[in-house]
């Protein structure tokens, strides 16, 4: 079982910046998708961005296309989502999820293993 582990998360204030991190177990033979979700009370969980480990394809969502980014770094075999110039609109449960495949996407079902997630809190 591959086992996903965000952390990073916090209190933030508007307009600051904020950088979450995810480590997952598996295996890296073959290219694969890793993306962020998040989920604010009362709302569903909603695509943030995504990346192809080995290509490095990626894609976001509108909310966030400009100020969110994603990188990964394969010594440490973690995947990072930097949070800029972030609003209150952005508080919400921020998960990680892999893909068994090379593919990307804003439907939940695409991935497999998914983490329990951190808070990203911003107010001022």
């Known amino acids: 079982q591959v086992q996903v582990v965000e952390s990073g998360g916090g209190s933030v204030q508007p307009g600051d910046s904020l950088r979450i991190s995810c480590v997952d177990s598996?295996?890296?033979?073959?290219?694969?998708?890793m993306a962020w979700f998040r989920q604010a009370p009362g709302k569903d969980r909603e695509f943030v961005g995504g990346i192809t480990w080995i290509r490095g394809a990626s894609m976001f969502a509108a909310s966030v296309r400009g100020r969110f980014s994603i990188s990964r770094d394969n010594a440490s075999n973690t995947v990072y989502l930097q949070l800029n110039s972030v609003r209150p609109t952005d508080t919400a449960v921020y998960y990680c999820?892999?893909?068994?495949?090379?593919?990307?996407?804003?439907?939940?079902?695409?991935?497999?293993?998914w983490g329990q997630g951190t808070q990203v809190t911003v107010s001022s």
């Open positions: 598996g295996r890296r033979s073959s290219d694969y998708g």
């Open positions: 999820a892999r893909a068994r495949r090379g593919v990307i996407g804003e439907d939940p079902n695409v991935y497999d293993y």
